[in-house]
């Protein structure tokens, strides 16, 4: 699992259509089982959670967001790699 967040330096309105037209790239990732997005008015900050299929894919997915290079309104970008509890993540209706 693949947590990205960062600082929004533009509005939020912005921030959306901008999110928008990323969004249908995205969803076409290899190996992308979900994506979920999440923003905080009151800090300006983004955040986004995804399930992919494997590190694999996980990593080729990184690649490609380092390839794209910087991002106008972005700052602070950072990513974090979590190992997913299927067992306990099932036990409260994970989507695993």
Request: proline share 4%; net charge positive; aromatic share 12%.
């Amino acid at each position: 699992m693949l947590q990205g967040r960062f600082k929004w330096t533009k509005s939020r309105a912005e921030y959306e259509k901008a999110a928008t037209l990323l969004a249908k790239e995205i969803a076409k990732a290899p190996g992308l089982h979900w994506k979920m997005w999440a923003f905080d008015d009151e800090r300006s900050m983004a955040t986004g959670v995804y399930l992919f299929k494997d590190l694999d894919t996980l990593n080729k997915y990184l690649k490609w967001l380092h390839d794209m290079g910087p991002t106008p309104g972005v700052e602070n970008f950072e990513v974090t790699v979590w190992d997913v509890q299927r067992g306990l993540s099932k036990i409260t209706n994970g989507p695993v």
